[in-house]
Protein backbone atom coordinates (compact mmCIF):
# COMPACT_ATOMS: atom_id res chain seq x y z
CA UNK A 1 0.00 0.00 0.00
CA UNK A 2 1.06 3.53 -0.41
CA UNK A 3 2.68 4.84 2.70
CA UNK A 4 1.21 7.55 4.12
CA UNK A 5 1.91 6.89 7.57
CA UNK A 6 0.83 10.53 8.97
CA UNK A 7 -2.46 9.50 7.54
CA UNK A 8 -2.70 6.62 9.11
CA UNK A 9 -1.70 8.06 12.26
CA UNK A 10 -4.28 11.15 12.23
CA UNK A 11 -6.74 8.87 11.65
CA UNK A 12 -6.09 6.69 14.37
CA UNK A 13 -5.70 8.95 16.93
CA UNK A 14 -8.87 10.84 16.27
CA UNK A 15 -10.50 12.01 19.72
CA UNK A 16 -13.81 13.51 20.28
CA UNK A 17 -14.39 15.15 23.58
CA UNK A 18 -17.50 13.32 25.20
CA UNK A 19 -19.75 14.49 28.31
CA UNK A 20 -21.55 11.72 29.89
CA UNK A 21 -24.60 11.87 31.78
CA UNK A 22 -26.77 9.96 33.76
CA UNK A 23 -30.73 10.06 32.94
CA UNK A 24 -32.76 11.82 34.95
CA UNK A 25 -35.22 9.34 35.92
CA UNK A 26 -32.73 7.04 37.12
CA UNK A 27 -32.43 6.72 40.53
CA UNK A 28 -29.28 7.69 42.51
CA UNK A 29 -28.22 7.71 46.24
CA UNK A 30 -26.84 11.44 45.50
CA UNK A 31 -26.60 13.91 42.43
CA UNK A 32 -24.53 12.30 39.64
CA UNK A 33 -21.64 14.40 37.94
CA UNK A 34 -21.24 14.10 34.27
CA UNK A 35 -18.37 12.27 33.48
CA UNK A 36 -15.72 13.66 30.81
CA UNK A 37 -13.69 11.64 28.07
CA UNK A 38 -11.65 11.81 25.28
CA UNK A 39 -13.37 9.10 23.23
CA UNK A 40 -11.13 7.35 20.15
CA UNK A 41 -13.10 7.65 17.09
CA UNK A 42 -11.62 4.14 15.64
CA UNK A 43 -12.81 2.16 18.89
CA UNK A 44 -16.19 1.46 19.82
CA UNK A 45 -17.89 2.54 22.91
CA UNK A 46 -18.88 -0.46 24.91
CA UNK A 47 -15.15 -1.10 24.76
CA UNK A 48 -13.80 2.40 26.19
CA UNK A 49 -17.12 3.30 28.60
CA UNK A 50 -16.24 1.35 31.53
CA UNK A 51 -14.74 4.11 33.36
CA UNK A 52 -18.65 5.50 32.39
CA UNK A 53 -20.07 2.77 34.28
CA UNK A 54 -17.86 2.72 37.15
CA UNK A 55 -18.20 6.39 37.83
CA UNK A 56 -22.17 6.57 37.84
CA UNK A 57 -21.91 2.94 39.97
CA UNK A 58 -20.73 5.03 42.58
CA UNK A 59 -24.02 6.96 43.31
CA UNK A 60 -26.73 4.38 42.29
CA UNK A 61 -27.49 0.72 44.29
CA UNK A 62 -26.92 -2.57 42.75
CA UNK A 63 -30.11 -3.20 41.81
CA UNK A 64 -30.47 -0.28 39.89
CA UNK A 65 -28.53 -0.79 37.39
CA UNK A 66 -29.52 -3.13 34.56
CA UNK A 67 -27.10 -3.18 31.36
CA UNK A 68 -25.80 0.10 30.53
CA UNK A 69 -26.53 2.01 27.02
CA UNK A 70 -26.16 5.38 25.83
CA UNK A 71 -28.29 7.59 23.59
CA UNK A 72 -27.60 11.08 21.75
CA UNK A 73 -30.73 13.39 21.63
CA UNK A 74 -33.18 10.26 21.88
CA UNK A 75 -31.68 8.34 19.38
CA UNK A 76 -29.40 5.16 20.92
CA UNK A 77 -26.58 4.63 20.16
CA UNK A 78 -25.52 1.33 18.30
CA UNK A 79 -22.24 0.14 19.92
CA UNK A 80 -21.03 -2.37 17.49
CA UNK A 81 -20.66 1.26 14.85
CA UNK A 82 -17.72 2.78 15.14
CA UNK A 83 -17.61 5.74 17.30
CA UNK A 84 -16.30 7.82 14.67
CA UNK A 85 -19.13 6.94 12.55
CA UNK A 86 -21.80 7.60 15.48
CA UNK A 87 -20.62 11.06 15.72
CA UNK A 88 -20.42 11.83 12.48
CA UNK A 89 -24.00 10.39 11.50
CA UNK A 90 -25.56 12.40 14.25
CA UNK A 91 -23.54 14.99 15.89
CA UNK A 92 -21.18 16.58 13.60
CA UNK A 93 -22.74 19.55 13.43
CA UNK A 94 -23.20 20.04 16.88
CA UNK A 95 -20.54 22.26 19.39
CA UNK A 96 -18.42 19.92 21.56
CA UNK A 97 -18.14 18.37 24.02
CA UNK A 98 -20.75 15.78 22.48
CA UNK A 99 -23.11 15.64 25.20
CA UNK A 100 -24.15 11.47 25.45
CA UNK A 101 -26.82 10.52 28.12
CA UNK A 102 -26.16 7.34 30.01
CA UNK A 103 -29.13 4.63 30.99
CA UNK A 104 -29.57 1.70 32.80
CA UNK A 105 -33.13 1.02 32.58
CA UNK A 106 -35.47 0.26 29.78
CA UNK A 107 -32.86 -1.16 27.34
CA UNK A 108 -34.15 -0.57 23.87
CA UNK A 109 -34.54 -3.87 22.45
CA UNK A 110 -35.40 -3.19 19.22
CA UNK A 111 -32.63 -0.56 18.44
CA UNK A 112 -29.63 -1.79 20.21
CA UNK A 113 -27.81 -5.39 20.77
CA UNK A 114 -26.90 -6.77 24.00
CA UNK A 115 -23.16 -6.23 24.64
CA UNK A 116 -22.40 -8.75 27.68
CA UNK A 117 -18.89 -8.82 27.21
CA UNK A 118 -15.35 -7.59 25.53
CA UNK A 119 -16.05 -11.15 23.38
CA UNK A 120 -19.21 -10.37 21.87
CA UNK A 121 -16.83 -7.01 20.65
CA UNK A 122 -14.00 -9.01 19.81
CA UNK A 123 -16.16 -11.36 17.41
CA UNK A 124 -18.24 -8.72 15.84
CA UNK A 125 -15.05 -6.80 15.01
CA UNK A 126 -13.08 -9.60 13.22
CA UNK A 127 -16.46 -10.79 11.25
CA UNK A 128 -16.17 -7.31 9.74
CA UNK A 129 -12.02 -7.56 9.06
CA UNK A 130 -12.78 -11.29 7.36
CA UNK A 131 -16.04 -10.09 5.36
CA UNK A 132 -13.81 -6.64 4.35
CA UNK A 133 -11.09 -9.46 3.08
CA UNK A 134 -13.74 -11.36 1.26
CA UNK A 135 -14.53 -8.36 -0.96
CA UNK A 136 -10.47 -7.40 -1.31
CA UNK A 137 -8.73 -10.51 -1.53
CA UNK A 138 -11.54 -13.35 -1.56
CA UNK A 139 -10.63 -13.71 2.52
CA UNK A 140 -7.36 -15.46 1.22
CA UNK A 141 -5.03 -12.73 3.12
CA UNK A 142 -7.28 -13.06 6.38
CA UNK A 143 -7.15 -16.78 6.38
CA UNK A 144 -3.34 -17.77 5.69
CA UNK A 145 -2.63 -15.59 8.83
CA UNK A 146 -2.22 -17.48 12.54
CA UNK A 147 -4.87 -17.30 15.24
CA UNK A 148 -2.15 -15.08 16.91
CA UNK A 149 -2.32 -12.49 14.07
CA UNK A 150 -6.09 -12.49 14.58
CA UNK A 151 -5.46 -11.55 17.98
CA UNK A 152 -2.95 -9.12 17.60
CA UNK A 153 -5.31 -7.08 15.23
CA UNK A 154 -7.62 -7.20 18.21
CA UNK A 155 -5.46 -6.75 21.31
CA UNK A 156 -3.77 -3.62 19.16
CA UNK A 157 -7.45 -2.33 18.78
CA UNK A 158 -8.70 -2.57 22.38
CA UNK A 159 -5.43 -1.21 23.88
CA UNK A 160 -4.93 1.48 21.78
CA UNK A 161 -1.44 0.41 19.85
CA UNK A 162 -1.19 1.56 16.42
CA UNK A 163 2.34 -0.09 15.78
CA UNK A 164 0.74 -3.33 16.88
CA UNK A 165 -2.42 -2.67 15.05
CA UNK A 166 -0.58 -2.21 11.82
CA UNK A 167 2.16 -4.52 11.52
CA UNK A 168 -0.73 -7.07 10.48
CA UNK A 169 -3.13 -4.76 9.52
CA UNK A 170 -0.75 -3.82 6.78
CA UNK A 171 -1.06 -7.36 4.98
CA UNK A 172 -4.82 -6.50 4.51
CA UNK A 173 -4.09 -3.74 2.62
CA UNK A 174 -1.84 -5.31 -0.03
CA UNK A 175 -2.27 -5.84 -3.86
CA UNK A 176 -0.16 -6.77 -6.39
CA UNK A 177 0.98 -3.58 -9.27
CA UNK A 178 -1.00 -6.35 -12.03
CA UNK A 179 -3.84 -5.84 -9.86
CA UNK A 180 -3.41 -2.32 -9.32
CA UNK A 181 -6.13 -2.55 -6.29
CA UNK A 182 -8.23 -4.51 -4.23
CA UNK A 183 -10.97 -6.39 -5.74
CA UNK A 184 -13.74 -4.85 -4.49
CA UNK A 185 -13.70 -1.86 -2.04
CA UNK A 186 -15.24 -2.49 1.54
CA UNK A 187 -17.76 -0.14 2.15
CA UNK A 188 -21.18 1.51 4.08
CA UNK A 189 -23.07 4.18 2.87
CA UNK A 190 -25.11 5.65 6.48
CA UNK A 191 -27.84 8.56 6.23
CA UNK A 192 -29.87 9.37 9.32
CA UNK A 193 -33.15 9.80 6.76
CA UNK A 194 -33.67 6.37 5.57
CA UNK A 195 -34.89 3.29 7.58
CA UNK A 196 -32.16 1.01 5.67
CA UNK A 197 -29.30 0.87 8.26
CA UNK A 198 -26.59 1.08 5.36
CA UNK A 199 -25.75 0.82 1.74
CA UNK A 200 -23.54 -2.26 0.59
CA UNK A 201 -22.76 -3.25 -2.71
CA UNK A 202 -19.82 -4.35 -5.02
CA UNK A 203 -17.83 -1.84 -6.13
CA UNK A 204 -14.66 -2.05 -7.94
CA UNK A 205 -11.62 0.36 -7.81
CA UNK A 206 -11.02 0.42 -11.73
CA UNK A 207 -13.06 0.51 -14.55
CA UNK A 208 -12.99 -2.51 -16.57
CA UNK A 209 -11.16 -0.06 -18.26
CA UNK A 210 -8.58 0.57 -15.98
CA UNK A 211 -9.55 4.00 -15.07
CA UNK A 212 -9.77 4.90 -11.57
CA UNK A 213 -12.65 5.17 -9.71
CA UNK A 214 -13.79 8.05 -7.05
CA UNK A 215 -15.46 8.60 -4.19
CA UNK A 216 -17.60 10.87 -6.75
CA UNK A 217 -18.30 7.92 -8.82
CA UNK A 218 -19.45 5.68 -5.78
CA UNK A 219 -21.43 8.21 -4.70
CA UNK A 220 -23.38 8.63 -8.36
CA UNK A 221 -24.22 5.01 -8.55
CA UNK A 222 -25.12 3.90 -4.82
CA UNK A 223 -26.98 7.58 -3.61
CA UNK A 224 -26.93 10.25 -6.77
CA UNK A 225 -28.22 13.19 -4.66
CA UNK A 226 -25.16 13.48 -2.42
CA UNK A 227 -23.48 14.71 -5.36
CA UNK A 228 -23.83 18.53 -6.30
CA UNK A 229 -24.62 19.29 -9.33
CA UNK A 230 -22.42 21.73 -11.41
CA UNK A 231 -25.41 24.28 -11.14
CA UNK A 232 -27.29 23.15 -8.05
CA UNK A 233 -27.45 23.88 -4.31
CA UNK A 234 -25.18 21.80 -1.87
CA UNK A 235 -27.43 19.73 0.34
CA UNK A 236 -25.73 16.86 1.68
CA UNK A 237 -22.24 16.66 3.70
CA UNK A 238 -20.43 13.46 2.76
CA UNK A 239 -17.83 12.50 5.70
CA UNK A 240 -15.38 10.00 6.80
CA UNK A 241 -13.72 10.38 9.66
CA UNK A 242 -15.10 13.78 10.56
CA UNK A 243 -13.27 15.28 7.37
CA UNK A 244 -15.10 16.19 3.87
CA UNK A 245 -13.10 14.26 1.54
CA UNK A 246 -12.93 15.74 -2.00
CA UNK A 247 -15.13 13.66 -4.28
CA UNK A 248 -11.78 13.34 -6.60
CA UNK A 249 -10.56 11.25 -4.55
CA UNK A 250 -9.56 7.54 -5.97
CA UNK A 251 -11.14 4.99 -3.82
CA UNK A 252 -8.39 2.94 -3.48
CA UNK A 253 -6.61 5.12 -2.08
CA UNK A 254 -9.40 6.25 0.69
CA UNK A 255 -10.10 2.46 1.25
CA UNK A 256 -6.48 1.96 2.31
CA UNK A 257 -6.16 5.14 4.62
CA UNK A 258 -9.36 5.63 5.82
CA UNK A 259 -11.10 2.53 6.50
CA UNK A 260 -11.89 2.25 10.07
CA UNK A 261 -9.67 -0.63 11.78
CA UNK A 262 -12.38 -2.94 10.83
CA UNK A 263 -11.25 -2.50 7.10
CA UNK A 264 -14.74 -0.99 6.29
CA UNK A 265 -15.22 2.67 4.46
CA UNK A 266 -17.68 4.18 6.79
CA UNK A 267 -19.52 6.59 5.00
CA UNK A 268 -22.01 8.99 6.92
CA UNK A 269 -23.93 11.03 4.08
CA UNK A 270 -25.83 13.80 6.58
CA UNK A 271 -28.32 16.35 5.73
CA UNK A 272 -26.00 20.37 4.73
CA UNK A 273 -26.93 22.28 8.41
CA UNK A 274 -30.20 24.17 7.77
CA UNK A 275 -29.05 27.43 10.15
Not at 31 to 36: I, R
Not at 164 to 174: C, S, V, Y
Not at 181 to 208: C, E, H, M, N, W
Request: charged share 25%.
Amino acid sequence: MADDKDVLRDVWFGRIPTSFTLYQDEITEREADPYYLLLPRVSYLTLVTDKVKKHFQKVMKQEDMGEMWLEYEGTPLKWHYPIGLLFDLHASNTALPWNITVHFKNFPEKDLLHCTSNYVIEAHFMSCIKEADVLKHKGQVINEMQKKDHKQLWMGLQNDKFDQFWAINRKLMEYSVEEGGFRYIPFRIYQTTSDRPFIQKLFRPVTAEGQTHTLGDLLKEMFSAAVTPNDGEKKYQVVIHGIEPVLETPLQWLSEHLSYPDNFLHISVIPMPTD
